[in-house]
């Protein structure tokens, strides 16, 4: 079995976050894609949290394929802060979850999801992390 990650935020390939190439090292890059749910602005990156399946809510992001997921999860678990080192409850939890590609085929990828309320927060209608942000803050166009 192939494993897949799904990214929303900080981590997609615009963003040139410092963990990027990290992930540019152990994964490939697969397509964008969309994953049933709702986005919110937590502080100064987004969450995502599930939605029943006859809400029509979707997540732009993308989704890589790990080379190595045994050596980049845990790393990844780290900077998500839900690894056994970080307070309960855990801001997010990683777990599998259908996504669907540009090209409308599915598969299960692993998703950080948001796991404390959202009451008052702000909720991203897009769905889209990069169109929310502030133009001062949206990734630079390469």
């Avoid at 981590?11 to 990027?20: D, E, I, P, T, V």
């Avoid at 790393?75 to 540009?102: A, G, K, N, W």
């Amino acid at each position: 079995m192939l494993d897949y990650l799904f990214v929303y935020g900080s981590l997609r390939r615009a963003k040139n976050h410092s963990l990027h190439p990290y992930l540019n090292t152990h994964a490939v890059f697969i397509d964008r894609a969309t994953l049933p749910g709702k986005l919110y602005h937590i502080a100064s990156y987004p969450g995502a949290i599930p939605v029943h399946a006859n809400d029509k809510s979707w997540i732009r992001g993308e989704v890589y394929r790990l080379l190595r997921p045994k050596l980049i999860l845990p790393i990844l678990d780290h900077y998500e802060e839900c690894t056994p080192q970080f307070p309960q409850p855990h801001e997010y939890q990683r777990r599998m979850s259908p996504v669907t590609l540009e090209n409308g085929k599915i598969l299960s990828a692993w998703v950080y999801w948001y796991g404390r309320p959202v009451a008052g927060l702000t909720q991203i209608a897009t769905g889209d992390y990069f169109q929310y942000l502030p133009e001062t803050h949206a990734p630079k166009p390469k």
